[in-house]
């Protein structure tokens, strides 16, 4: 493998972005000199000119694919990290009309040093069949074993939204949880039941709903069958800010004001939850520091793979305080 633009800034101490510029002849105001030594050092080290690329397996089930206001803060953040590293991206699609190639057969086939997972069918045959290809792979929000991955504190993430809600008087807290096929929501549903069982609160079967990620019209349906419980909650977590959306509807078509009759919370802290009125209440995950930090990690076990770290990052969230859960 050739030398990245990252190895020759790192040898001749400029900012690769600078040395990524020289080498791609978008010269511009640079000093001579500094030109001069990017390009000496660039011919020492060993680059060619040969381009980086990291693939992306993006298939994100809600149907908004780049408009999702998460993932498409996420994969920016991948993005921005991998270009000021030398690395041009590609999005993997295996569903070539006429090819019928798995997603490892058209990494292999578009030459990519390496391939960032996020938002995949993790439980897919085809899914482990690339990350045990040798191809060098990260995750986000899914963790097998050897592969690094990068993942929001999502224990911490609930335990902070049940306090909250707890202190602010409420005691009967429903979950909407998003599929359970997935590292995050197992995480999560452990979670919510450790904290409830702590303050000895009830979980009624009920109380539990399965929905989907950024799914507003079953969760709309979802939040309408606890609202028409007998005893209904007082309280409901959903499982991202997009379908709070569905919850709204449900519980206005139902004549009840939010958060006076019936309080929510969501989950990921996108920039819309905090333009609805109220507020919402959520766990902000960092897109930034995700996205950053798997390319990062991507990268190195791409130019280091001896040393490169392959145990799970984890990073912290943090709670927003919007107005959707009233005070008891």
């Known amino acids: 493998m050739t030398a990245t633009i990252n190895e020759v800034a790192e040898k001749c101490g400029f ?15 640079i000093p001579m000199q500094t030109i001069r030594k990017i390009m000496e050092t660039a011919d020492e080290v060993g680059y060619t000119g040969k381009p980086h690329n990291l693939g992306i397996v993006y298939t994100e089930e809600s149907g908004r694919g780049l408009s999702h206001p998460f993932f498409v803060l996420v994969l920016d953040a991948f993005k921005q990290e991998a270009e000021a590293h030398g690395y041009d991206i590609t999005f993997i699609n295996h569903k070539v009309i006429g090819e019928g190639l798995s997603f490892a057969d058209r990494c292999r086939s578009s ?3 390496g391939v960032c997972l996020v938002c995949a069918d993790f439980e897919s045959r085809e899914i482990k069949d690339l990350v045990e290809s ?18 929001s504190d999502n224990e911490t993430g609930v335990q902070d939204l049940v306090e909250y809600a707890i202190k602010r008087g409420h005691k ?12 995050v929501t197992r995480a999560r549903i452990k979670q ?16 539990m709903q399965e929905g989907l990620y950024d799914d507003i019209e079953l969760t709309r349906t979802l939040v309408t069958k606890l609202l028409m419980l007998p ?15 569905g919850a709204q509807d449900a ?5 009840l004001s939010i958060p006076g009759d019936i309080s929510f919370a969501g989950y990921d802290g996108i920039p819309l939850s905090q333009a609805l009125t109220p507020k ?13 930090e798997s390319a990062l990690r991507l990268i190195a076990l791409i130019e280091d793979p001896a040393s490169a770290n392959r145990f799970p990052s984890v990073y912290p969230v943090k709670l927003i305080e919007g107005g959707t859960i009233a005070q008891l």
């Open 172 to 183: 009967r807290i429903a979950f909407i949880h998003g599929h359970n096929n997935s590292v």
């Open 251 to 255: 519980a206005r078509a139902m004549g």
């Open 280 to 292: 919402l209440t959520t766990i902000c995950q960092s897109t930034d520091m995700l996205g950053k």
């Open 192 to 207: 919510y039941r450790n904290m409830m069982d702590y303050y000895k609160l009830p979980v009624p079967p009920e109380y």
């Open 231 to 245: 005893e209904r909650p007082t309280c409901i977590l959903l499982p991202d800010d997009i379908s709070y959306l």
């Open 111 to 113: 030459h990519l040093d």
């Open 15 to 29: 900012d690769p972005s600078t040395v990524q510029q020289v080498l791609s002849a978008g010269i511009g105001n």
């Open 134 to 151: 040798g191809i060098p792979c990260v995750t986000i929000d899914h963790i097998f074993r050897r592969v690094p991955a990068v993942l």
